[in-house]
């Protein structure tokens, strides 16, 4: 049995072919891939359920469901969708090519396969679907905070911590925060200029930093797809110490230490941690804290701080 640690992926075939299915099969086998292998669309369907391959090699003409819905219902689902499709067919004509790409898949294998290069095109397309999913790991578990926004302020993507970062802005603004679907009314409105100052002068080399709040720093480069930018979130690191806050708000030494990690962009959990605390003990402090200074949430604690000076 070949080792874990030798397997290069796992490659789901979908074919009612039995010479395809041991041809590919055995073709997979002997390059180091675990294959799975299903006679129609259905049965693939609910193969995946258990165990989800890292790419398919999905046929066009099948009974019951064709290759085509088959990748449709696939792409439908969120759990599915990443998952890379290539098409094999021994169709050419124009329209089945472009019909395919527009269900979702990735590319194709026209018939007869030729093992060389099923295993070429396998390997091109993992390589580049784990790159992109590392990528979109390290935006999602790390603080990086960026989005990308069209021309109208309409949200195409971002990642966690810029949903963060816009929800506290928005607070911070007093504007209600529309669930990360368009820019908050007033970086919008920031945003429209900016387009329309960058149309009439020549395009920055760098991207320039833009404050919009105190705390709240931004840079906008364009996209690699037309009409729309990148936007890179920062947030101003303030330059407080306990002993500052505490005597400019009348608090405590340890609630002056919580409210400069809140300004920190900091989590209870995360400064029960650098306190040597638990996050219960820090929510207690911050109760006392919201109460001393007439406010109710965190974004708005620091923003009593920052208008204060």
């Not at 490659?11 to 072919?17: E, G, N, S």
């Amino acid at each position: 049995m070949m080792e874990a640690s030798a397997i290069n992926g796992t490659v789901l075939i979908v074919d009612d072919t039995p010479g395809n299915l041991a041809l590919l099969s055995d073709t997979l086998s002997e390059a180091n891939y675990r294959v799975l292998v299903a006679t129609d669309g259905c049965s693939a369907i609910e193969q995946i359920q258990y165990i989800k391959p890292d790419i398919i090699l999905l046929d066009v003409m099948m009974p019951g469901i064709d290759g085509f819905e088959t990748c449709n219902r696939l792409k439908a689902d969120p759990d599915t969708a990443p998952i890379p499709v290539l098409f094999m067919t021994g169709l050419s004509e124009l329209e089945n090519l472009l019909r395919g790409f527009g269900e979702g898949a990735l590319d194709y294998i026209v018939k007869p396969i030729r093992p060389a290069e099923v295993l070429a095109r396998i390997e091109v397309h993992l390589t580049q679907t784990r790159n992109l999913r590392r990528a979109q790991s390290l935006l999602d578990h790390h603080e990086f905070a960026a989005l990308a926004t069209d021309v109208s302020g309409r949200i195409v993507w971002l990642t966690p911590a810029a949903s963060e970062w816009l929800a506290d802005f928005a607070e911070l603004q007093g504007l209600a925060h529309l669930a990360d679907t368009v820019l908050p009314e007033t970086l919008n409105g920031w945003f429209q200029r900016w387009l329309r100052q960058t149309e009439r002068t020549t395009p920055e080399p760098e991207a320039e930093a833009h404050r919009l709040a105190p705390g709240f720093v931004l840079r906008v480069s364009p996209s690699q797809n037309p009409d729309e930018y990148l936007l890179l979130l920062q947030r101003e690191d303030a330059q407080w110490t306990p002993e500052t806050l505490r005597d400019k708000l009348k608090l405590t030494f340890r609630e002056a230490e919580i409210l400069m990690w809140i300004a920190r962009g900091k989590t209870n959990k995360e400064i029960g941690i650098i306190l040597t605390t638990s996050p219960r003990t820090v929510n207690k402090h911050l109760e006392h804290i919201f109460e001393k200074l007439g406010v109710s949430t965190r974004a708005a604690a620091v923003a009593m701080v920052l208008q204060r000076g």
